[in-house]
């Protein structure tokens, strides 16, 4: 078990009480809500918006209420559209983190997701002055989502509007293409760029050491698959398969051992396996 999952599986046991099923489902169920009480009521979405003046002068739930802005507020058809579609994607995100990950991990990364986008407005509006706008923060939470989403199920299609089925990694792909352009385009390349990285913090520290560790593990592979090659080899010529990191030992000088595999990728004999199992119940 890697540091991370152990990590995690310690968080769980400490608070997993903020584990909440459904969290992404139950979002956009109450931004769906949220836009049919609009409709009677345009006050409520400036009464949710992210506002960090507002914030500061004792209006903490902006911090949070945001996230319950739907995309595209009003009564148009596209709008009514778009909230049906957003609340579909949200159903079948949820559905597919909470299988990979479970409940609480989902929860934490959502959550994450929620915090840190507020984070990043709130702190860069302190630097710079810039009031970031809620639907930056919408765009940025669904972003964090979807990437985690096709992170995991790169090849899952996805019906655009119930018509175009178009797999997810290409949607991702297009998403973080427009945020680069969006970026450089924007007369504050650096501040923009700032609030995006703060951002989807969760999904580069989940992410990224997962993409290096998968990309460690193929280049082992690919060495082991190398010796093998090698295996059909004359005697004396070819290279040893199994080679123990611990005394050295190989399959060609001691054909009668075995070799397993750690965690960590080195090959270690049954030899000085046992040894290390014997250490560690003395130890004990």
Not at 24 to 44: E, H
Not at 149 to 170: D, E, S, T
Not at 205 to 221: H, W
Request: contains cysteine.
């Amino acid at each position: 078990m890697s540091k991370r999952e152990t990590l995690v599986n310690q968080l769980e046991r400490k608070i997993g009480w903020i584990t909440f099923p459904g969290l992404i489902r139950w979002i956009a169920i109450l931004q769906l809500l949220a836009w049919g009480l609009s409709l009677v009521d345009i006050g409520l979405i400036d009464w949710l918006t992210f506002s960090p003046e507002r914030l500061f002068s004792g209006e903490v739930w902006r911090a949070f209420s945001w996230v319950l802005i739907p995309r595209n507020p009003g009564a148009t058809n596209f709008a009514i559209l778009f909230i049906i579609f957003a609340l579909i994607i949200a159903i079948v995100f949820s559905n597919g983190l909470e299988s990979a990950w479970g409940e609480f991990r989902t929860s934490l990364y959502t959550l994450g997701m929620i915090v840190c986008p507020a984070f990043a407005g709130i702190a860069l509006y302190a630097l710079f002055g810039y009031p970031i706008l809620s639907p930056y923060l919408t765009e940025v939470y669904y972003t964090g989502l979807l990437f985690g989403f096709a992170y995991l199920y790169p090849n899952q299609q996805l019906m655009i509007f119930g018509i175009i089925p178009v797999k997810v990694k290409w949607i991702a792909w297009v998403s973080a293409f427009f945020l680069i352009v969006t970026t450089l385009a924007s007369g504050s390349s650096v501040f923009l760029a700032s609030f995006y990285l703060i951002s989807l913090a969760p999904f580069l520290i989940v992410f990224l050491p997962s993409y290096a560790d998968g990309k460690a593990q193929e280049a082992r592979a690919a060495k082991r698959s190398r010796r093998f090659s090698t295996a059909a080899a004359p005697p004396g010529e070819h290279e040893a398969f199994h080679v123990c990191s611990n005394c050295g030992a190989t399959d060609v000088t001691h054909p009668e051992r075995d070799f397993r595999v750690l965690p960590n990728g080195e090959e270690i004999c049954s030899v000085c396996l046992e040894r290390q199992r014997e250490k560690e119940k003395a130890s004990l």
